[in-house]
C-alpha cells in the first residue's frame, strides 16, 4: 500500500485492518520458511519466529529479458520489459504484450504495467497486429483491490505515492492535499472519496475508495488533459456525496 496511496490513507487502512485482526508488520521481510507437519514455520529478519498455517505468496513481478538480450532486444534500463512501439512490436514482426512490454502511452509516457486488464487487453491487439491490423495501442488499463470487508477500491493511470494528490472524501467539509507526509489525525474518516494524482495540474492517476463503477468517468479525465483548479466540482461528477 505504501506505494501506492498517499501516506495519510496507506496509515489509516493499516488501522482498519488491525482492526479486523490482521495482524501487519511494517518494515519486515520473511527470511526463512520451514514446512511441518500441519504448519508452516516463518522466520522473520527481526529473528522472530512465526508458525501458521497456510502461506500466501505475492511477490510482485519481474520479466524475464533473458532471451530477449540474446535476440538483441532493446530492454528499459529502468523500468525493465521490452521497449515496443505504438503497435506493441518489439522488432519486425515480432510482438510483446502484458507485463513484459514497456509500451509508449501517449497520455502518461512511457510505462510497463502489471495489471491484468492490461495483459488482456494488450494481448488481445498484439494477436490483432500480427494479423495485419496496425492499430495502435491507447488502452488506459485499470486494477482493483479489496482491504478486509469495508474497503474496496478500483485505480486507473499513473498510481504512485511519490505523486501529489488531492483526496476528495463524503461527508467531510476539507480537502486533504498530501505532501507526502500527512499522517491520519485523530477522528479521521476515509470511508468512501476519491483521490486525485496530480503532474502539476493536470491529473495523471485516480483511485475511487469504496465508490465502484467509476472507472470510465476517471478514464476520461485522465485522458482530457485539462489542468484542474476546483477539484470539489470534479469530485461531484463522480457522485461522491451520494448514497
Known amino acids: 500500500m505504501g506505494k501506492i496511496l498517499p501516506r495519510y490513507l496507506s496509515h489509516w487502512t493499516m488501522k482498519q485492518l488491525e482492526a479486523v485482526k490482521v495482524n501487519i508488520r511494517p518494515e519486515t521481510k520473511v527470511i526463512g520458511a520451514e514446512c511441518r507437519e500441519n504448519s508452516v514455520n516463518v522466520t522473520l529478519n527481526t529473528g522472530e519466529d512465526i508458525n501458521v498455517d497456510h502461506v500466501v505468496l505475492a511477490v510482485g513481478l519481474a520479466p524475464r529479458t533473458d532471451l530477449g538480450k540474446g535476440a538483441g532486444l532493446e530492454v528499459h534500463p529502468e523500468l525493465g520489459g521490452y521497449v515496443v512501439n505504438a503497435e506493441l512490436e518489439a522488432r519486425t514482426n515480432l510482438y510483446v504484450a502484458g507485463d513484459a512490454a514497456c509500451f ?17 487487453v494488450s494481448g488481445k491487439l498484439a494477436g490483432k ?15 482493483w483491490s479489496d482491504l478486509g470487508p469495508n474497503i474496496g477500491y478500483e485505480a486507473i493511470g499513473r498510481i504512485d505515492s511519490s505523486l501529489p494528490t488531492v483526496g476528495i472524501w463524503a461527508h467531510q467539509d476539507k480537502t486533504t492535499v498530501d505532501s507526502g507526509n500527512e499522517r ?31 472507472i470510465p468517468l476517471a478514464r476520461k479525465v485522465i485522458g482530457s488533459l485539462e489542468e484542474q483548479t476546483d477539484f470539489g466540482k470534479l469530485a461531484v461528477q463522480f457522485g461522491i456525496h451520494g448514497n
Open 104 to 120: 509508449y502511452d501517449p497520455i502518461l509516457g512511457r510505462r510497463r504495467v502489471e495489471h491484468h486488464d492490461h495483459a488482456v
Open 129 to 143: 497486429n500480427m494479423t495485419g491490423g496496425a492499430e495502435p495501442y491507447k488502452h488506459q488499463s485499470m486494477f
Open 184 to 214: 491520519p489525525k485523530a477522528g479521521d474518516k476515509y470511508d468512501k472519496g476519491i483521490v486525485f494524482y496530480m503532474n502539476k495540474n493536470v491529473v495523471v492517476g485516480v483511485v475511487t475508495w469504496n465508490l465502484f463503477g467509476k
